[in-house]
């Protein structure tokens, strides 16, 4: 049985450069379960986990490390997505607070 690409979120990817963060373990073991290439990524998941790893320089590097070696694959996003990004806004306008998700949503 082929294993679907999946979306990873910031959430985990800082929960699987950081040991001391409490999903961790969790997100490594699922981790495991997945070949390499099948974690998909995209740009404004990447810079928000970066940021969020700031104060951890070393845990950051293996972010951007598992990245170019293909852990986790960058999906790109350029102006032939914003007729996308601009319908998940109008659908979600009246709720205000999971705007900023609308990354995940591509």
Known sequence: MEIEPVLADTGPLIALCESKDPHHKACREQAK???????????????????????????RAKL??????????????????MTGVEMVFQTYSDQHKLLPLVGLTL
């Open 33 to 59: 379960l997945l070949p390499v290439g099948k974690a998909c990524t995209c740009w404004p998941v990447l810079t928000e986990a970066a940021y969020r790893l700031r104060r951890y320089p070393a845990q």
């Open 64 to 81: 951007f490390q598992a990245v170019r070696e293909g852990v986790y694959i960058l999906l790109p996003l350029d102006v032939e997505d």
